[in-house]
């Protein structure tokens, strides 16, 4: 009975019979499995590394060989090709990019996942079969990739490969992507954002014409104090422009040029401020503004420019300006 051979098997332990101490014959193997094939039961099971449990490099190198798929353990052949592209110091796409890797504090403590992802990113922005990318450049998406929200990675990943090099994704404050990272007319060392973006509208509501790309010291302190103290108009400008979509692909020519060729009570009215920005703010070469956009943002370059901005600034204070200042204003008059 069921209940005689539950009994019998209490007794054996390691194919002994630990009552009698016959060593009994292992039938096992092959209970329910009669039809298996003499080379079925002899083939070893596949060799399996599980990709989590391998050193940092050969972590790496695991998704890189993945071609876009998640690799969660890898075979004997494919932990093969991942040792070659190690020891491939010729490969300098590799190379770079285990470096990289170990250079990156957050990637060192980074889950498979994540390092699927990035691995895959960095292969969009750089393709295997194009120019190698610069330790350096690769060091600097890694940080950024690993300092950005979750949410934006996708974008700054679309921003990359365009070869925007943003360093975050900034957005507007109905959270459409501000834009940035691209070439405009500013300096390329300078890092526009919404914040110096702020300066730029404050300098453009101010009445004097100056170079706009070599500002001078007293308009700058002007415009920061307007951005400080969130005078108007500067405030309305600021509120509609930081709402508009890519404000930061602009040139800085195009946003004095919008700012100063607008009706001066526009600002009043938002919506018709918005509308006339939708309708105005257009350009195709942010890098190079052409002529018309130079005059209308009242770009003068002189040498003079500088003095003339603070003769302008000393007016506005309510100093006595030679050829600015009314000389027949009663407050001029000196009495005895």
């Known amino acids: 009975s069921s209940e005689a051979a539950a009994a019998a098997r209490q007794h054996i332990v390691d194919g002994v019979d630990t009552e009698t101490g016959e060593v009994l014959e292992d039938h096992t193997e092959n209970f329910g499995n009669e039809s298996n094939s003499p080379a079925q039961a002899t083939a070893p099971a596949p060799e399996l590394t599980v990709v989590a449990t391998m050193p940092l490099r050969h972590r790496v190198l695991a998704q890189y060989i993945g071609e876009g798929e998640y690799l969660y353990h890898v075979d004997a052949s494919q932990k093969k090709e991942i040792l070659r592209l190690e020891m491939d110091t010729d490969n300098s796409y ?27 990113a ?65 300096n390329p060392d300078y890092e526009h954002t919404l914040d110096t973006l702020d300066v730029e509208i404050a300098m453009a509501t101010l ?41 930061l692909d602009y040139s800085r020519a195009a946003i004095f040029a919008l700012i100063r060729s607008a009706h001066p009570e526009f600002y009043h009215y938002p919506g018709r401020l918005q509308g006339y920005i939708n309708a105005n703010l257009t350009e195709t070469d942010h890098e190079n503004p052409t002529e018309e956009a130079l005059t209308a943002a009242r770009h003068t370059p002189e040498k003079d420019a500088v003095e003339e901005a603070n003769r302008q600034l000393a007016a506005a204070r309510g100093e006595y300006v030679e050829g600015i200042s009314d000389p027949n204003d009663p407050k001029w008059v000196k009495t005895g």
């Open 207 to 247: 009445p004097m014409d100056f170079n706009i790309y070599e500002l001078p010291g007293s308009v700058y302190r002007r415009a920061k104090e307007i951005v400080k103290k969130k005078e108007s108009p500067f405030k309305e400008w600021s509120a509609a422009l930081r709402a508009t979509p890519g404000i």
């Open 122 to 186: 960095v292969k969009k922005i750089f393709p295997v079969d194009g120019k190698t990318p610069e330790l350096a450049t690769v060091i600097q998406f890694l940080k950024t990739w690993f300092e950005t929200e979750h949410i934006d990675r996708g974008l700054l990943v679309k921003e990359w490969a365009k070869g925007n090099r943003v360093s975050a994704i900034q957005r507007t404050e109905s959270g459409a992507n501000a834009g940035g990272g691209n070439k405009t007319d500013r």
């Open 94 to 120: 590799v190379q770079n990019l285990l470096l990289a890797a170990e250079n990156v504090e957050a990637f060192k403590k980074a889950i498979e996942h994540d390092i699927h992802k990035i691995v895959n």
